[in-house]
C-alpha cells in the first residue's frame, strides 16, 4: 500500500498482455462486437498510437478474456441460416478489471522502436542520398497518418460516446506534426554534416 492506495498486486490485476486490456477496452463501448468489428475499430484508433492487432491475435485475446469471466459470446445465425456469426460482449468483471487496469496499474514508460532513427543513428554508413530518401518517405509517412488521425478525429467528435477516443486521436495529430518536424530538423542537420564534410576534404587538399 501507498500513501493509503493499495498496490496493484493488492488490487490482484490480473498479468494480461496490454493486447488483451485493449480488447476488452473497446469491448466497452459497445453492447457487442465482433471480431471483424474490433479489427475495425483497432484499424480506427489504436493504430495511431498503439498499434493495430491482427484477426488472429484478436481472436486469441478475446479467447483469454472469455477464459478469464471478461467476455462472453454467442453466435448469432444470419436470416437465410446459412451463415453464423460470433458477438462478443464485455461482462461486469470485464468492466471492473478494465477499470482495474485503466486506474490501478503501474504507469509503463512507452516503448520507441524508431527503426527510421536508428537507420540514420547508423548514418555513417548510409549512402546520403539514400538516407535523404529514407527520410522523405518518413515525412510523407507522417503526413499521411496525421491527415488520417484529423480525419477520424472529427469523425470521433460527432458522437458524444467517443469523447474521450477523439480527444486522443487529436493527441496523435499534434504527435504526427511533430514526427514530421523532428524528420524536416534531421534533414537539416544532414546537410550541415554534408556541408563539413566537403569543407575538410577541401582543407586537406
Not at 459497445?30 to 481472436?59: H, R
Request: with cysteine.
Amino acid at each position: 500500500m501507498i500513501d493509503g492506495v493499495p498496490s496493484a498486486e493488492a488490487r490482484a490485476i490480473p498479468d494480461l498482455p496490454t493486447t488483451a486490456w485493449a480488447v476488452l477496452g473497446m469491448l466497452s463501448h459497445a453492447e457487442e462486437l465482433s471480431g471483424y468489428d474490433l479489427k475495425k475499430w483497432a484499424d480506427w484508433g489504436l493504430q495511431f498510437f498503439y498499434w493495430s492487432p491482427s484477426f488472429s491475435q484478436i481472436y486469441a485475446e478475446l479467447k483469454r478474456l472469455e477464459k478469464h469471466g471478461y467476455a462472453v459470446s454467442r453466435t448469432v445465425v444470419s436470416e437465410d441460416g446459412m451463415r453464423g456469426k460470433r458477438m462478443y460482449a464485455i461482462t461486469e468483471a470485464g468492466r471492473e478489471a478494465a477499470s482495474e487496469w485503466v486506474n490501478h496499474s503501474p504507469v509503463e514508460a512507452p516503448v520507441l522502436k524508431h527503426s527510421v532513427m536508428l537507420r540514420a543513428w547508423l548514418g555513417h554508413l548510409a549512402e546520403p542520398d539514400r538516407m535523404r530518401e529514407i527520410l522523405h518517405q518518413h515525412i510523407e509517412y507522417t503526413e499521411t497518418m496525421r491527415r488520417r488521425a484529423q480525419a477520424d478525429a472529427e469523425g470521433a467528435d460527432v458522437n458524444p460516446d467517443w469523447a474521450y477516443p477523439s480527444a486522443v486521436l487529436r493527441w496523435c495529430v499534434k504527435h504526427y506534426e511533430a514526427e514530421k518536424e523532428f524528420a524536416e530538423d534531421l534533414l537539416s542537420d544532414l546537410d550541415k554534416l554534408a556541408r563539413q564534410r566537403s569543407r575538410r576534404k577541401t582543407t586537406k587538399k
